[in-house]
């Protein structure tokens, strides 16, 4: 079965602009987590949605945000882009929020800020 | 907030070297999950262990949970090129957040 994608692979943005990334989960899973990995500060939880409902938010600006459609698929948006939201984002998928049935992750939006 | 140390940070090993790399939580672990990511891409799901004592093997890598230690070990045989990148253990806490360790980086020299 196809695994999670997320589009685009590598965007650059210019500061001040808004962005928004797309992860389609695995078909079936409806728990879709989002995380941003830089060099600095490794791997760091954003946000999760279960059914259309955000569950839990990381230490984030209100600049993040995101949604997920009834489709299970996510999107999430940064806004006011600063040079240190460069990073990977990654989303995960799982068949529900608990993590028993583990998590699986997309390869990932490669964000440049410039 | 849960933490999760990684040991080493990072380990250089000549091919066909075995290697472990530990994983220790500052809580009380519901699960830990291992992951491998090459750099720049998504993480590979390895394996996932719930129960304490639980050990599981996938190819040359096997892990090992002990709840009593809040300690998980990954361990590969025989270490290839294949198996160079980043380990990253993973935990979710009571509030389903998910956590991720301080990573290990591997480099295997053919």
């Known amino acids: 079965k196809a695994g999670v994608t997320q589009t685009p692979r590598y965007l650059i943005k210019t500061r001040g602009q808004q962005v928004t990334l797309s992860c389609s989960p695995i078909?079936?899973?409806?728990?879709v987590s989002w995380y941003q990995q830089t060099p600095g500060q490794g791997l760091q939880f954003l946000f999760e949605y279960f059914s259309e409902t955000q569950r839990n938010k990381g230490n984030f600006p209100g600049r993040f945000s995101g949604r997920q459609f009834s489709n299970s698929r996510s999107e999430m948006n940064v806004s006011t882009l600063e040079l240190g939201d460069s990073a990977l984002y990654l989303c995960a998928s799982s068949l529900v929020p608990d993590g028993n049935y583990g998590y699986t992750f997309g390869s990932g939006t490669r964000l440049t800020v410039v | 907030s849960q933490e999760l140390e990684q040991s080493p940070q990072s380990l250089i090993v000549q091919e066909g070297k075995n290697l472990t790399i530990n994983c220790t939580s500052s809580k009380t672990l519901y699960g830990l999950y291992w992951y491998k990511q090459k750099y720049g891409e998504g993480l590979i799901f390895l394996m996932m262990?719930?129960?304490?004592?639980e050990e599981k093997s996938h190819e040359k890598i096997t892990a090992k949970l002990d709840e009593k230690k809040q300690q998980s070990s990954l361990h590969i045989t025989a270490s290839q090129p294949s198996h160079a990148g980043i380990y990253l253990c993973?935990?979710?806490?009571?509030?389903?957040?998910?956590?991720f360790g301080t990573g290990t980086s591997l480099t295997v020299i053919p």
């Open positions: 262990l719930q129960k304490g004592g």
């Open positions: 078909s079936g899973h409806r728990s």
């Open positions: 993973g935990a979710a806490n009571t509030g389903n957040q998910f956590y």
